[in-house]
């Protein structure tokens, strides 16, 4: 089955021997979207590592920026403002709408369900319509920087957004009620692609499918970053941990994370005005009017974006919550503009590699929602 | 979660001569042990009371040519609780880094996957990348290039404009 096969939203090989219609073995083959993330951006600067987290999850890209700047933070040992951390958990939150919509919604796709698709559908354009205010992209945000954000938020924005996230909340309650509920729905995810929540995780799963087995393990809740532990959410658990309690647990997500939005709106409107990005001349280039008036604040710009940002010498490592569970980073430096090793810990990669064991025994029909569930973003198990 | 220092005292405590350097860098913990003990090392850390670490995150090398061992290979672990307290969301209790030394030659090293099965991709992708190879391993070959791709394109004397010869389809 595969690697490019229309009932797979990514690009996986899957060798199965089968015996009539049920599983007796497989062999997962995944790195056909391998482009060598690490070694272009241990040739590039700090900085130009960022686009290329976009392209690791492209679903969420905003979550593996946030990641990524977070860890070179750590080494430079640096603050974020308050006004930053806000933006960066509505806009990591936007995220997380964005890649569950897709998940719950390709799953139906994949299955035969053209209508709820597009309802899914429908309310992720809304979602990036919101991030191209933010940062012009739609997709690849290449949104947060070492120090701050690419730029503060638009003027009118956050009426928009608070607008737009009634819109998505009418529209996944509608999906709701065509889906959850629909008897062939149930009948394909539940009792499907099961695995023990002790498997997962000796298996070192994380996210959606641990939380769908009943560990409520979110790194929002059990290590605070950002301004989490202000902020009111709850985290979703699932009984057995099929399919089924999957789907639940990122439609609940979502759900909670416009709960996360909401609180952020009233945070952000009284902000308004005060600083986004650090003051600190190692990674934020001074005001242009500076650089083009002064001697001093152009050589810093110059050699700021030639040589990149002074990282101190050593190593850290920094992990948020993406939609698809702890994902890491582990930065090496040298001391200089550049990164020695950049290691990204892609929950895509490793929450794939038990699908074998969730899949032996069932159905071959059983593999498209599994597949969907786990959710293999191509992009970052591959890197 | 439990600071880096209290960490260490007690990782050393436990692990006693195992322990050949440590540091707590940006809060981060951090020990050194020889590449012969490392699976006594995560047995212990996995099993050992007040220690409990029972999930390998990530495993990953770094290739510092110019150093001798030219290699280190790094063992990210992380302690949760797994019975659910009520309704209380998980804590993460403790982070420990792991590293240890590999030469270039012999560049091999014991496999963990009996200790932490979560290491079976990773120690491939470690194997594929970086060529560093696992004793006792089951099913170590590739995992993100393909078989007939010569050398390991992370290592430092990768050039990254190298090309790989075409090969011809497959079945």
């Known amino acids: ?383 | 979660m439990t600071e880096a220092e209290p960490l260490l005292g007690t990782v050393k405590e436990s692990l006693g001569e195992a322990v050949l350097d440590s540091h707590a860098y940006r809060g981060d913990a951090t020990i050194l042990v020889a590449p012969e003990s490392l699976q006594d090392v995560l047995l212990e850390l996995r099993d050992g009371e007040k220690l409990r670490f029972n999930l390998l995150m990530d495993l990953t090398a770094v290739d510092y040519i110019e150093r001798e061992p030219r290699f280190e290979l790094v063992y990210h672990l992380a302690a949760i609780d797994v019975e659910p307290r009520g309704t209380e969301p998980c804590r993460m209790n403790q982070r420990l880094r792991v590293k240890a030394g590999v030469p270039a030659d012999p560049c091999e090293v014991d496999s963990v996957v009996e200790i932490f099965p979560s290491a079976d991709w990773m120690e491939r992708e470690v194997w594929d990348m970086y060529g560093i190879s696992f004793r006792g391993h089951p099913n170590l070959k590739r995992v993100l290039l393909y078989e007939e791709f010569k050398g390991h394109p992370l290592r430092k004397d990768y050039p990254k404009e190298r090309r790989q010869p075409l090969i011809g389809p497959r079945n």
Not at chain 1, 237 to 243: H, L, P, R, T
Not at chain 1, 338 to 349: A, E, G, L, M
Request: charged content about 25%; overall charge negative; hydrophobic content about 40%.
């Open chain 1, 1 to 383: 089955m595969g690697p490019s096969h229309p009932a797979t939203h990514g690009t996986v090989k899957i060798l199965l021997e089968i015996d009539g219609e049920e599983i007796v073995d497989m062999d997962v083959m995944v790195g056909y979207l391998h482009r060598g993330f690490e070694k272009e951006c241990e040739s590039g600067t700090w900085y130009q590592a960022i686009p290329y987290t976009d392209r690791l999850n492209y679903n969420s890209a905003i979550l593996a920026n946030l990641a990524y700047c977070m860890a070179v933070e750590k080494l430079l040992d640096c603050e974020m403002t308050p006004r930053c951390q806000w933006m960066r958990v509505m806009a990591g939150e936007l995220s997380r709408v964005g890649d569950h919509l897709t998940r719950v919604g390709a799953a139906c796709l994949e299955l035969g369900a053209m209508t709820p698709f597009l309802y899914g559908i429908e309310a992720r354009e809304l979602i990036w319509d919101l991030q191209e205010g933010l940062c012009g992209a739609r997709v690849t945000s290449n949104y947060v920087r070492i120090g701050g954000m690419q730029r503060d938020i638009p003027e009118g924005y956050l009426t928009r957004l608070s607008e737009s996230l009634n819109e998505v909340e009418k529209l996944t309650s509608d999906f709701d009620k065509v889906v959850t509920s629909n008897r062939i729905f149930v009948d394909r995810f539940r009792n499907t692609g099961t695995l023990s929540k002790e498997r997962l995780i000796e298996m070192a799963v994380t996210g959606p499918l641990l939380r769908a087995a009943g560990v409520p393990l979110d790194l929002r809740k059990a290590q605070p970053y950002l301004t989490y532990d202000e902020i009111d959410f709850d985290v979703p658990v699932g009984a057995i941990g099929d399919n089924f309690d999957r789907f639940l647990v990122c439609q609940e997500e979502i759900n909670q994370s416009i709960r996360i939005i909401r609180q952020c709106i009233p945070v952000l409107e009284k902000t308004q005005g005060d600083p986004v990005n650090i003051d600190d001349p190692r990674v934020r280039w001074p005001a242009k009017d500076r650089v083009f008036g002064r001697m001093e604040e152009l050589i810093q710009q110059f050699k700021g974006v030639t040589e990149g940002p002074r990282v101190p010498e050593g190593e850290a490592y920094a992990a948020v919550e993406s939609a698809n569970g702890e994902l890491g980073f582990y930065v090496v430096s040298d001391g200089t503009g550049k990164p020695y090793k950049v290691r990204c810990r892609p929950p895509s990669f490793v929450n794939v590699a038990p699908m074998k064991e969730m899949l032996i025994g069932g159905m071959l029909a059983d593999i498209v929602p599994t597949f969907d569930m786990i959710n293999m973003i191509g992009g970052e198990c591959d890197r």
